[in-house]
Nanobody, 122 residues
C-alpha cells in the first residue's frame, strides 16, 4: 500500500535548482528516519540524504553543500532542496522511511514512494 509520494521532479539545466517533497498520506507507522535515494539507469540505488527525527542529517559526498534535506513534522513532509544541479544528478529520486535510526542500505527501508524523475541537461 503506497503511503509515500514524491513530488517536484522535472528537467533543469546544469546549475539550476529543484525542490522535491514527499508528503505522507497515512500515519500508520513511525517515521524516525526519512531519506532520499536516487537511481540512474544501469546503476544501483544510492542514498542521497537522510534525516532523523532528532534532525541529524547525513549526505553523500557528491551532493554535500548543494543539497539540503529537511522535514516538516507538522505537515509530515520530507523535502530535498537541490541547488547547482549537475548532469550526474540525473536519476529517479525516491523517498523512503523507516521507524528506526536510518539504515545504511536501501533494502533495509520498509516504506518507499514510486519515484520522481530529475533530469539535468543543457
Amino acid at each position: 500500500q503506497e503511503q509515500l509520494q514524491e513530488l517536484g521532479g522535472g528537467s533543469v539545466q546544469p546549475g539550476g535548482s529543484l525542490t522535491l517533497s514527499c508528503p505522507r498520506s497515512e500515519r500508520t507507522y513511525s517515521t524516525y528516519c526519512m531519506a532520499w535515494f536516487r537511481q540512474a539507469p544501469g546503476k544501483e540505488r544510492e542514498a542521497v540524504a537522510t534525516i532523523e527525527l532528532n534532525s541529524i542529517t547525513k549526505y553523500r559526498d557528491s551532493v554535500r553543500g548543494r543539497f539540503t534535506v529537511s522535514r516538516d513534522p507538522n505537515k509530515d513532509t520530507l523535502y530535498l532542496q537541490m541547488n547547482n544541479l549537475k548532469p550526474d544528478d540525473t536519476a529517479m529520486y525516491y523517498c523512503a522511511a523507516d521507524s528506526v535510526p536510518c539504515p545504511l542500505l536501501a533494502d533495509e527501508y520498509n516504506y518507499w514512494g514510486q519515484g520522481t524523475q530529475v533530469t539535468v541537461s543543457s
